[in-house]
Protein backbone atom coordinates (compact mmCIF):
# COMPACT_ATOMS: atom_id res chain seq x y z
CA UNK A 1 0.00 0.00 0.00
CA UNK A 2 2.76 1.90 0.59
CA UNK A 3 4.22 2.18 -2.97
CA UNK A 4 0.67 2.89 -3.99
CA UNK A 5 0.79 6.32 -2.04
CA UNK A 6 4.14 7.21 -3.22
CA UNK A 7 3.21 6.54 -6.93
CA UNK A 8 0.15 8.88 -5.73
CA UNK A 9 2.50 11.58 -4.46
CA UNK A 10 4.84 11.41 -7.30
CA UNK A 11 1.75 12.47 -9.44
CA UNK A 12 0.60 14.90 -7.73
CA UNK A 13 3.99 16.80 -7.08
CA UNK A 14 4.56 16.07 -11.11
CA UNK A 15 0.91 17.73 -11.42
CA UNK A 16 2.08 21.20 -9.41
CA UNK A 17 5.59 21.37 -11.37
CA UNK A 18 3.84 21.01 -14.60
CA UNK A 19 0.94 23.67 -13.13
CA UNK A 20 4.10 26.14 -12.32
CA UNK A 21 6.07 25.88 -15.54
CA UNK A 22 2.31 25.85 -17.95
CA UNK A 23 1.04 28.78 -15.77
CA UNK A 24 -2.53 27.17 -15.47
CA UNK A 25 -4.23 24.34 -13.28
CA UNK A 26 -7.00 22.53 -13.52
CA UNK A 27 -10.08 22.57 -10.59
CA UNK A 28 -13.24 22.78 -11.89
CA UNK A 29 -11.99 24.88 -14.52
CA UNK A 30 -8.72 26.18 -16.04
CA UNK A 31 -7.26 28.39 -13.63
CA UNK A 32 -4.37 30.66 -14.61
CA UNK A 33 -1.89 32.51 -12.81
CA UNK A 34 -2.21 35.83 -14.66
CA UNK A 35 -6.14 36.64 -14.29
CA UNK A 36 -6.97 34.67 -10.60
CA UNK A 37 -3.90 34.57 -8.69
CA UNK A 38 -5.03 33.41 -5.40
CA UNK A 39 -7.26 30.60 -6.69
CA UNK A 40 -3.98 29.27 -8.67
CA UNK A 41 -1.24 29.65 -6.13
CA UNK A 42 -4.18 28.00 -3.53
CA UNK A 43 -5.05 25.55 -5.55
CA UNK A 44 -1.08 24.69 -6.38
CA UNK A 45 -0.62 24.76 -3.00
CA UNK A 46 -3.00 21.66 -2.00
CA UNK A 47 -1.61 19.89 -4.50
CA UNK A 48 1.53 20.16 -2.72
CA UNK A 49 0.20 19.58 0.27
CA UNK A 50 -1.77 16.28 -0.90
CA UNK A 51 1.01 15.32 -2.94
CA UNK A 52 3.91 16.08 0.06
CA UNK A 53 1.27 13.92 2.55
CA UNK A 54 1.40 10.99 0.63
CA UNK A 55 4.81 10.04 2.13
CA UNK A 56 4.22 10.54 5.42
CA UNK A 57 2.07 8.89 7.71
CA UNK A 58 1.17 6.02 6.10
CA UNK A 59 1.59 2.36 7.87
CA UNK A 60 1.59 -1.11 6.10
Do not use: K, Q
Request: charged share 15%; with cysteine; aromatic share 24%.
Amino acid sequence: MRLFWSIIGILLLGWVIWDLYAGYTLIWTLVYRDEEPVLYWSAVSAWAVLGLSCFFGWRD
